[in-house]
């Protein structure tokens, strides 16, 4: 069963910090594995995918990293600012059996980032 | 291109009751998941729906059911409500079964009185 951890569960920053979230998952047999974001009470916006063939993505001031052996993967997001601030959830897809996949999440990490 | 919609966005009701909570996929897409998500959780995969089937399910129960329907929206219905069902419900379309991205919709937030 693919079990997916978020650290830290929340963060507090000064804008304009570079910071580091992390991610950690169980079963290496992935597809591939999404980070989120989500603003209060909202729903979910994909940032940014990694495919299991890849090392990393980018975009804008966010960068994921995927370290499929070691089941681990990092968020870093640079010169954070205040409207950053929200849950980010890392997901990784798996298949769920012979004909179909399915995201497992782990419980977030809660950003704040103040001016 | 028009993203994911899900109706309605708040909900009220009480034990025992049944709720039907729908999701028009985006456009193009033929895949549609239902995520459950209690406050301060991350989202749990309900079931999926791909051209019309039941493609796989999570560790839910029957009252627990959905459909989707040839344009490829879905419904995702639950029978007597229990107030652990308070949550957001996400739905997520995507093109394929396979790893293609999921992109989701806001979300129906249930209340269980």
């Known amino acids: 069963k693919q079990e997916v951890t978020q650290i830290p569960a929340a963060l507090s920053v000064p804008e304009g910090e570079n910071l580091v979230l992390n991610c950690s998952f169980t079963?290496?047999?992935?597809?591939?594995l999404q980070w989120f974001r989500q603003d209060p009470g909202k729903g979910l916006t994909s940032l940014l995918l990694?495919?299991?063939?890849?090392r990393e993505q980018t975009s804008g001031r966010l960068n994921a990293s995927l370290d499929k052996s070691s089941g681990r993967s990092t968020l870093y997001i640079a010169a954070s600012q205040p409207g950053d601030s929200a849950t980010y959830l890392c997901?990784?897809?798996?298949?769920?059996?012979?004909?179909?996949?399915?995201?497992?999440f782990g419980q977030g990490t809660i950003l704040t980032v103040h001016p | 291109e028009t993203g994911v919609t899900q109706s309605p966005t708040h909900l009220i009701k009480t034990r025992g009751q049944q709720v039907t909570l729908r999701c028009s996929s985006q456009?193009?897409?033929?895949?549609v998941s239902w995520y459950q998500q209690a406050l301060g959780q991350g989202p749990q995969f309900i079931f999926q729906?791909?051209?019309?089937?039941?493609?796989g399910r999570g560790n839910f129960p029957p009252r627990f059911s959905g459909l989707q329907f040839p344009n490829y929206s879905s419904e995702l219905n639950v029978n007597a409500l229990e107030l652990d069902d308070s949550a957001l419900y996400l739905c997520?379309?995507?093109?394929?079964?396979?790893?293609?991205?999921?992109?989701f919709g806001d979300g129906t937030r249930l209340s269980i009185l």
């Open positions: 990694i495919q299991s063939s890849q």
């Open positions: 456009s193009g897409h033929n895949t």
């Open positions: 997520a379309s995507s093109s394929d079964r396979g790893d293609q991205p999921q992109h």
């Open positions: 997901a990784v897809y798996n298949a769920g059996g012979t004909s179909y996949g399915k995201l497992t």
């Open positions: 729906y791909y051209r019309e089937e039941e493609n």
């Open positions: 079963d290496s047999a992935i597809y591939n």
